[in-house]
């Protein structure tokens, strides 16, 4: 009975600050009092930067989770990494519109130049593949080059906690964080993958 409330809860708690951020905008816009700060478009960056880099972690733990907790989790774990795209699109969206107005020449000179940039563009690059081949005909279609190309997230990931780390003004302290979440949960899939190559090759000697 209480399943049936899990998914809608899902997708209004991961809506929830995109939501926010859509109403601060607003009353920013109509001169009202607001919580973007002095700054709101380094805040509206900074915002759904710190979203994106979050939904790639929260759903980097979705298969070590489901399974050292034996929960039905997995079937989520698709939509929260949607969510990572969405507010990845948010993040550039913001840069480019209201950081450089539609400025090619400088976007394409910035992304080139500050190596920050150079990695946030190659994480927001490589998510988009795997955005488009979310769906669920898409996974029927590559069989089981889909789960080649997901595996995509883990160098998304990587390289989005160095645009982090590289990006952030002062205290480092939120980008160590994410590395160590990453790192622990690249060190779970490669202590899985060792396993399972020891019970493979235990199954072939015996
Ligand atoms: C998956 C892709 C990406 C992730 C996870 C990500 C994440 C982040 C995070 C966590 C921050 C720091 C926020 C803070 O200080 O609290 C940040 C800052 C920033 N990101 Fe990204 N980012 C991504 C892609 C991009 C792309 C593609 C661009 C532009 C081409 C970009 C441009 C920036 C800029 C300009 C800032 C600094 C904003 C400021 O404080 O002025 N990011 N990003």
Not at 54 to 61: A, S, V
Not at 117 to 122: E, Q
């Amino acid at each position: 009975m209480l399943r049936k409330f899990i998914r809608p809860l899902l997708h209004i708690a991961c809506a929830a600050p995109a939501i926010w951020l859509i109403y601060q905008n607003w009353l920013w816009l109509n001169f009202l009092p607001h919580e973007l700060t002095a700054n709101p478009i380094e805040y509206n960056t900074d915002f759904t930067g710190d979203w994106t880099i979050r939904f790639l972690l929260i759903t980097l733990t979705v298969t070590p989770l489901a399974k050292l907790t034996k929960w039905r989790l997995l079937k989520y774990r698709r939509a929260l990494g949607l969510y990572a795209f969405l507010y990845g699109l948010l993040h550039f969206l913001n840069y480019m519109v209201l950081d450089y107005f539609f400025d090619w020449a400088l976007i394409i000179e910035d992304i080139f130049k500050r190596p920050a940039i150079t990695f946030g563009m190659l994480a927001f690059t490589l998510l988009i593949p795997l955005a488009v081949t979310s769906f669920k005909f898409m996974v029927k279609k590559l069989g089981k080059n889909w789960q080649k190309l997901h595996r995509a997230i883990y160098v998304i990931t990587i390289c989005a906690v160095i645009h982090n780390y590289m990006m952030v003004k002062a205290d480092v302290l939120i980008p160590v964080i994410h590395a160590m979440i990453l790192t622990s949960l690249l060190g779970y899939r490669v202590y899985l993958n060792y396993n399972k190559r020891k019970i493979r090759l235990k199954k072939q000697t015996a």
